[in-house]
């Protein structure tokens, strides 16, 4: 299992907070889940969730990936 916390910017510079879990196989797939925490701009007060699986190559990681999901407005600046 895997657990990150990441920061996505969007081009005007407001940050969507996430945190993401999941298991990756030997040969390259993947089951993730996403919870959206928040962040800076029209991120402030979201919240949400995402999951998806994928593909990928092992050693660059490069691959695809799908995902489905919702990110709340309410409370949003």
Not at 36 to 52: I, K, L, M, N, P
């Amino acid at each position: 299992d895997v657990y990150k916390r990441q920061v996505h910017t969007a081009a005007n510079g407001d940050a969507l907070h996430a945190e993401w879990t999941g298991t990756f196989g030997q040969d390259g797939s993947s089951v993730l889940t996403i919870e959206f925490t928040g962040g800076t701009g029209r991120f402030t007060g979201v919240s949400g969730e995402a999951a998806g699986a994928g593909q990928s190559d092992p050693t660059t990681f490069a691959g695809t990936w799908w995902f489905e999901g919702m990110i709340s407005r309410i409370g949003a600046k």
